[in-house]
């Protein structure tokens, strides 16, 4: 979080970018045609993310 929005960064040192939402999981990059959604378990809790980016998914689980 920063300044009330969700940034991403998709490499250590790398650019950070804002995530726009979509829905309360989905969520979209404006600087390059991609995609997150938030992974949930029953209960709510988030478990990872699927990134979609030139047309394939690339899951990945929560670490912390």
């Not at 009330?4 to 939402?21: D, F, K």
């Not at 309360?24 to 709510?44: C, H």
């Not at 980016?53 to 912390?64: H, I, L, N, Q, S």
Request: hydrophobic fraction near 35%; proline fraction near 5%.
């Amino acid at each position: 979080m920063k300044d009330g929005a969700l940034h991403i960064r998709s490499t250590p040192g790398g650019s950070e970018v804002r995530l726009w939402p979509e829905s309360s999981v989905d969520f979209f990059i404006n600087e390059v045609d991609a995609q997150i959604k938030f992974s949930r378990s029953s209960s709510g809790t988030v478990t990872g993310l699927v990134l979609r980016e030139f047309g394939r998914d690339k899951p990945a689980k929560k670490v912390r």
